[in-house]
């Protein structure tokens, strides 16, 4: 892994981690979460758009939870799963796709992401995934928003696949909004 490719996805891992822990705790109503808690921006279908300002610096972002998901053994607990598209301007990082899939990924392998008939691979690390060739983020941006599901599959540090579904209804929207956010 390059310098860069580490540099670049160090950041939303970590702020991944933290917006999934903020956001479980305020879906499951537990108590208010630190200052700097994304705050929603809006509804739109399946996806929420949000914006949040960790350390002092502005990220956007779009999130969805599966709409399906399955473990094979079936029945194996884990975490919530979440989608997420986010910019961050002062890294000048624009509309990165990334999933937190609630398990650590099994060290070593790649999940991937479909979209009608477009397979992209990911890079995994902990329990995130990213785009493994960069280049291709925009193809799977455009892929996204013609698409009505992605789906990610992957497998856990203990041997067990997963298939999350995710709806993409309301992401053009809530990828605008998040957008008009970040200029």
Same mark, same amino acid.
């Given at each position: 892994?390059?310098? &860069?490719?580490?540099?670049?996805?160090?950041?939303?891992?970590?702020?991944? %981690?933290? /917006?999934? %822990?903020?956001? $479980?705790?305020?879906?499951?109503?537990?108590?208010? %979460?630190?200052?700097?808690?994304?705050?929603?921006?809006?509804?739109?279908?399946?996806?929420?758009?949000?914006?949040?300002? *960790?350390?002092?610096?502005?990220?956007? $972002?779009?999130?969805?939870?599966?709409?399906?998901?399955? #473990?094979?053994?079936?029945?194996? *607990?884990?975490?919530?799963?979440?989608? $997420? &598209?986010?910019?961050?301007?002062?890294?000048?990082?624009?509309?990165?796709?990334?999933? &937190?899939?609630?398990?650590? +990924?099994?060290?070593?392998?790649?999940?991937?992401?479909?979209?009608? #008939?477009?397979? $992209?691979?990911?890079? #995994?690390?902990?329990?995130?995934? /990213?785009?493994?060739?960069? #280049?291709? !983020?925009?193809?799977?941006?455009?892929?996204?928003?013609?698409?009505?599901?992605?789906?990610?599959?992957?497998?856990?540090?203990?041997?067990?696949?997963?298939?999350?579904? +995710?709806?993409?209804?309301?992401?053009?929207?809530?990828? !605008?909004?998040?957008?008009?956010?970040?200029?």
């Amino acid at each position: 892994m390059t310098a &860069i490719r580490s540099a670049r996805r160090a950041a939303p891992l970590a702020l991944a %981690a933290l /917006w999934s %822990a903020l956001l $479980f705790a305020g879906l499951a109503g537990a108590a208010p %979460a630190p200052a700097d808690q994304p705050t929603l921006l809006g509804q739109y279908g399946d996806w929420s758009a949000y914006t949040a300002s *960790p350390g002092g610096k502005k990220v956007c $972002f779009a999130l969805a939870k599966p709409k399906s998901s399955q #473990t094979n053994p079936a029945g194996r *607990p884990r975490d919530p799963a979440y989608l $997420f &598209i986010s910019s961050r301007p002062a890294e000048n990082v624009r509309n990165e796709v990334s999933v &937190i899939i609630g398990y650590p +990924f099994k060290e070593s392998t790649e999940a991937t992401a479909e979209v009608g #008939t477009a397979k $992209f691979a990911m890079y #995994t690390q902990k329990d995130g995934a /990213w785009i493994k060739n960069m #280049t291709e !983020e925009v193809r799977m941006l455009d892929a996204m928003r013609k698409g009505s599901d992605l789906t990610v599959k992957g497998t856990s540090a203990r041997g067990t696949s997963s298939t999350d579904q +995710f709806s993409l209804k309301g992401l053009a929207q809530a990828l !605008e909004r998040a957008d008009q956010a970040c200029k």
